[in-house]
Nanobody, 113 residues
Framework: QVQLVESGGGLVQPGESLRLSCKVS????????MGWYRQAPGKQRELVAT?????TRNYADSVRGLFTVSRAQFTVYLQMNSLKPEDTAVYYC?????????WGQGTQVTVSS
């Protein structure tokens, strides 16, 4: 059974950084694409960043230049710099393989002074 497990969330002050990690288990095959989504209270889940197997990256306009997505074979990372209160959300890891989508359970990121 494929599982995605996020880690690295927490409470930080505005301007600080966090690095999220998501480890994939239960499969011998790397995901075709992986990425991060987030959902703030009262809002829809939105794309943050994605990365394909050939390292093509895509970012939401709101995080481009501040966040960096990267991956190893079975792990995807999200380096978040210069965090703002509006980045507060539950961050979800996503993996796509053979037209199947897999999600992690989410990790809370709170940016507050």
């Amino acid at each position: 059974q494929v599982q995605l497990v996020e880690s690295g969330g927490g409470l930080v002050q505005p301007g600080e950084s966090l690095r999220l990690s998501c480890k994939v288990s239960g499969t011998a095959f790397p995901m075709d694409a992986m990425g991060w989504y987030r959902q703030a209270p009262g809002k829809q889940r939105e794309l943050v960043a994605t990365i394909t197997g050939d390292s093509t990256r895509n970012y939401a306009d709101s995080v481009r230049g501040l966040f960096t997505v990267s991956r190893a074979q079975f792990t995807v990372y999200l380096q978040m710099n210069s965090l703002k209160p509006e980045d507060t959300a539950v961050y979800y890891c996503n993996g796509e393989y053979a037209r199947q989508n897999y999600w992690g359970q989410g990790t809370q990121v709170t940016v507050s002074s």
